[in-house]
T-cell receptor, first 111, second 114 residues
Framework: GQQLNQSPQSMFIQEGEDVSMNCTSSSIFNTWLWYKQEPGEGPVLLIALYKAGELTSNGRLTAQFGITRKDSFLNISASIPSDVGIYFCAGSTGANSKLTFGKGITLSVRP | NAGVTQTPKFQVLKTGQSMTLQCAQDMNHEYMSWYRQDPGMGLRLIHYSVGAGITDQGEVPNGYNVSRSTTEDFPLRLLSAAPSQTSVYFC?????????????FGEGSWLTVV
Protein backbone atom coordinates (compact mmCIF):
# COMPACT_ATOMS: atom_id res chain seq x y z
CA GLY A 1 0.00 0.00 0.00
CA GLN A 2 0.90 3.65 -0.07
CA GLN A 3 3.34 4.85 2.55
CA LEU A 4 4.60 8.22 3.61
CA ASN A 5 8.06 8.47 5.12
CA GLN A 6 8.90 10.98 7.79
CA SER A 7 12.21 11.06 9.58
CA PRO A 8 13.72 11.45 12.03
CA GLN A 9 11.17 10.29 14.58
CA SER A 10 12.13 13.11 16.97
CA MET A 11 13.71 16.54 16.61
CA PHE A 12 15.09 18.77 19.32
CA ILE A 13 15.66 22.45 18.63
CA GLN A 14 16.36 25.64 20.54
CA GLU A 15 13.69 28.31 20.82
CA GLY A 16 14.14 30.80 17.99
CA GLU A 17 15.62 28.30 15.56
CA ASP A 18 14.06 27.34 12.25
CA VAL A 19 13.23 23.71 11.54
CA SER A 20 12.40 21.84 8.37
CA MET A 21 10.54 18.53 8.05
CA ASN A 22 10.31 16.38 4.96
CA CYS A 23 7.78 13.84 3.85
CA THR A 24 8.41 11.49 0.96
CA SER A 25 6.48 8.79 -0.82
CA SER A 26 6.97 6.28 -3.59
CA SER A 27 3.42 7.07 -4.75
CA ILE A 28 1.92 10.19 -6.23
CA PHE A 29 -0.57 12.17 -4.16
CA ASN A 30 -2.90 14.90 -5.39
CA THR A 31 -3.19 16.64 -2.04
CA TRP A 32 -0.66 17.02 0.73
CA LEU A 33 -1.67 18.00 4.22
CA TRP A 34 0.32 18.85 7.32
CA TYR A 35 -1.21 18.27 10.75
CA LYS A 36 -0.07 19.02 14.27
CA GLN A 37 -1.17 16.93 17.22
CA GLU A 38 -0.80 17.94 20.84
CA PRO A 39 -1.10 15.50 23.76
CA GLY A 40 -4.66 14.32 24.33
CA GLU A 41 -5.99 15.99 21.21
CA GLY A 42 -6.86 15.07 17.68
CA PRO A 43 -4.76 16.22 14.72
CA VAL A 44 -5.32 19.81 13.66
CA LEU A 45 -4.78 20.89 10.08
CA LEU A 46 -1.91 23.34 9.60
CA ILE A 47 -1.55 23.65 5.85
CA ALA A 48 -3.17 22.02 2.83
CA LEU A 49 -1.45 21.86 -0.57
CA TYR A 50 -3.38 21.11 -3.75
CA LYS A 51 -1.02 21.69 -6.68
CA ALA A 52 2.45 20.44 -7.55
CA GLY A 53 4.96 23.18 -6.83
CA GLU A 54 2.57 25.09 -4.59
CA LEU A 55 4.16 27.03 -1.75
CA THR A 56 1.81 28.06 1.05
CA SER A 57 2.38 29.93 4.29
CA ASN A 58 0.40 30.08 7.51
CA GLY A 59 2.07 32.50 9.90
CA ARG A 60 5.50 31.11 10.75
CA LEU A 61 4.76 27.90 8.86
CA THR A 62 5.57 27.35 5.19
CA ALA A 63 4.92 24.18 3.24
CA GLN A 64 5.57 23.13 -0.32
CA PHE A 65 4.06 20.49 -2.57
CA GLY A 66 6.88 18.82 -4.47
CA ILE A 67 7.01 19.03 -8.26
CA THR A 68 7.02 15.24 -8.59
CA ARG A 69 3.95 15.03 -6.29
CA LYS A 70 5.87 12.50 -4.24
CA ASP A 71 7.14 14.79 -1.50
CA SER A 72 6.42 17.80 0.63
CA PHE A 73 8.22 19.81 3.26
CA LEU A 74 7.14 21.93 6.21
CA ASN A 75 9.24 24.76 7.60
CA ILE A 76 8.71 26.39 10.96
CA SER A 77 10.56 29.64 11.44
CA ALA A 78 11.57 31.25 14.73
CA SER A 79 10.29 28.36 16.81
CA ILE A 80 8.54 28.97 20.12
CA PRO A 81 7.76 26.57 23.00
CA SER A 82 4.15 26.10 21.90
CA ASP A 83 5.38 24.57 18.63
CA VAL A 84 5.98 21.38 20.61
CA GLY A 85 3.92 18.48 19.31
CA ILE A 86 3.79 15.73 16.74
CA TYR A 87 3.79 16.83 13.12
CA PHE A 88 2.18 14.51 10.60
CA CYS A 89 2.18 14.71 6.87
CA ALA A 90 -0.76 13.14 5.07
CA GLY A 91 -1.51 12.51 1.45
CA SER A 92 -4.69 12.06 -0.47
CA THR A 93 -5.29 10.83 -3.98
CA GLY A 94 -8.56 12.72 -3.90
CA ALA A 95 -10.58 9.53 -3.68
CA ASN A 96 -13.15 9.59 -0.90
CA SER A 97 -11.02 11.75 1.37
CA LYS A 98 -8.99 8.73 2.47
CA LEU A 99 -5.75 9.94 3.96
CA THR A 100 -2.44 8.14 4.19
CA PHE A 101 -0.41 9.41 7.14
CA GLY A 102 3.27 9.47 7.87
CA LYS A 103 4.39 8.21 11.26
CA GLY A 104 4.95 11.70 12.53
CA ILE A 105 7.85 13.72 13.90
CA THR A 106 7.86 14.69 17.56
CA LEU A 107 9.23 18.21 17.90
CA SER A 108 10.71 19.45 21.16
CA VAL A 109 11.65 23.10 21.63
CA ARG A 110 14.09 24.04 24.38
CA PRO A 111 13.46 27.49 25.90
CA ASN B 1 -12.13 20.21 16.28
CA ALA B 2 -15.53 21.80 16.68
CA GLY B 3 -18.27 19.82 14.99
CA VAL B 4 -16.96 16.24 15.35
CA THR B 5 -17.88 14.67 18.68
CA GLN B 6 -16.60 11.32 19.89
CA THR B 7 -17.72 9.35 22.93
CA PRO B 8 -16.52 7.92 25.19
CA LYS B 9 -13.18 9.67 25.67
CA PHE B 10 -11.76 6.79 27.70
CA GLN B 11 -12.79 3.14 27.95
CA VAL B 12 -11.33 -0.02 29.44
CA LEU B 13 -12.62 -3.32 28.11
CA LYS B 14 -11.98 -6.94 28.91
CA THR B 15 -10.91 -9.27 26.13
CA GLY B 16 -13.96 -10.58 24.34
CA GLN B 17 -16.28 -7.73 25.31
CA SER B 18 -18.04 -5.69 22.70
CA MET B 19 -18.55 -1.97 22.58
CA THR B 20 -19.40 0.90 20.27
CA LEU B 21 -17.47 4.12 19.84
CA GLN B 22 -19.83 6.90 18.88
CA CYS B 23 -19.07 9.66 16.39
CA ALA B 24 -21.37 12.51 15.43
CA GLN B 25 -20.86 15.59 13.29
CA ASP B 26 -23.16 18.56 12.84
CA MET B 27 -21.55 20.02 9.72
CA ASN B 28 -23.64 18.04 7.21
CA HIS B 29 -20.49 16.35 5.94
CA GLU B 30 -20.87 13.52 3.47
CA TYR B 31 -17.66 11.75 4.26
CA MET B 32 -16.82 10.20 7.62
CA SER B 33 -14.03 7.87 8.60
CA TRP B 34 -12.39 6.14 11.54
CA TYR B 35 -8.65 6.00 12.17
CA ARG B 36 -6.60 4.33 14.85
CA GLN B 37 -3.36 5.73 16.16
CA ASP B 38 -0.66 3.60 17.70
CA PRO B 39 2.72 4.76 19.01
CA GLY B 40 5.13 5.42 16.17
CA MET B 41 2.58 4.36 13.56
CA GLY B 42 0.78 7.52 12.58
CA LEU B 43 -2.93 7.19 11.86
CA ARG B 44 -4.32 4.24 9.93
CA LEU B 45 -7.72 4.13 8.27
CA ILE B 46 -10.13 1.52 9.63
CA HIS B 47 -13.40 2.18 7.78
CA TYR B 48 -14.92 5.07 5.92
CA SER B 49 -18.27 6.18 4.54
CA VAL B 50 -19.07 8.38 1.58
CA GLY B 51 -22.66 8.93 2.61
CA ALA B 52 -25.60 7.50 4.51
CA GLY B 53 -25.98 3.79 3.80
CA ILE B 54 -22.54 3.43 2.23
CA THR B 55 -19.44 2.13 3.99
CA ASP B 56 -16.15 0.62 2.90
CA GLN B 57 -13.02 -0.84 4.41
CA GLY B 58 -9.81 1.02 5.00
CA GLU B 59 -6.32 -0.23 5.69
CA VAL B 60 -6.99 -2.08 8.98
CA PRO B 61 -10.68 -3.12 9.08
CA ASN B 62 -10.44 -6.52 10.79
CA GLY B 63 -12.27 -6.72 14.12
CA TYR B 64 -14.36 -3.62 13.47
CA ASN B 65 -17.80 -2.97 12.03
CA VAL B 66 -19.42 0.28 11.00
CA SER B 67 -22.77 1.50 9.78
CA ARG B 68 -24.02 4.83 8.50
CA SER B 69 -27.78 5.09 8.94
CA THR B 70 -27.75 8.89 9.08
CA THR B 71 -25.50 11.62 7.70
CA GLU B 72 -24.62 12.76 11.22
CA ASP B 73 -23.57 9.51 12.90
CA PHE B 74 -20.89 6.94 12.17
CA PRO B 75 -20.45 4.46 15.04
CA LEU B 76 -17.53 2.04 15.21
CA ARG B 77 -18.23 -1.37 16.76
CA LEU B 78 -15.75 -3.74 18.29
CA LEU B 79 -17.45 -7.13 18.24
CA SER B 80 -15.01 -9.05 20.44
CA ALA B 81 -12.29 -6.82 21.80
CA ALA B 82 -8.68 -7.99 21.69
CA PRO B 83 -5.59 -6.49 23.35
CA SER B 84 -4.30 -5.61 19.87
CA GLN B 85 -7.18 -3.15 19.63
CA THR B 86 -5.77 -1.07 22.46
CA SER B 87 -5.29 2.24 20.70
CA VAL B 88 -6.48 5.79 20.29
CA TYR B 89 -9.37 6.09 17.85
CA PHE B 90 -10.15 9.19 15.85
CA CYS B 91 -13.27 9.94 13.88
CA UNK B 92 -13.02 12.38 10.98
CA UNK B 93 -15.41 14.03 8.57
CA UNK B 94 -15.30 16.18 5.45
CA UNK B 95 -17.63 17.67 2.86
CA UNK B 96 -16.65 15.32 0.12
CA UNK B 97 -13.96 13.30 -1.51
CA UNK B 98 -12.74 15.71 -4.11
CA UNK B 99 -9.46 17.50 -3.89
CA UNK B 100 -9.48 20.42 -1.53
CA UNK B 101 -11.92 19.25 1.09
CA UNK B 102 -10.64 19.76 4.58
CA UNK B 103 -10.91 16.82 6.92
CA UNK B 104 -11.86 17.55 10.51
CA PHE B 105 -10.90 15.22 13.36
CA GLY B 106 -12.61 14.54 16.66
CA GLU B 107 -10.68 14.68 19.91
CA GLY B 108 -10.08 10.95 20.14
CA SER B 109 -11.21 7.95 22.18
CA TRP B 110 -8.62 6.13 24.28
CA LEU B 111 -9.41 2.41 24.42
CA THR B 112 -7.57 -0.13 26.54
CA VAL B 113 -8.33 -3.85 26.20
CA VAL B 114 -7.08 -5.99 29.08
Amino acid sequence: GQQLNQSPQSMFIQEGEDVSMNCTSSSIFNTWLWYKQEPGEGPVLLIALYKAGELTSNGRLTAQFGITRKDSFLNISASIPSDVGIYFCAGSTGANSKLTFGKGITLSVRP
Amino acid sequence: NAGVTQTPKFQVLKTGQSMTLQCAQDMNHEYMSWYRQDPGMGLRLIHYSVGAGITDQGEVPNGYNVSRSTTEDFPLRLLSAAPSQTSVYFCASSYGGSIGNTIYFGEGSWLTVV
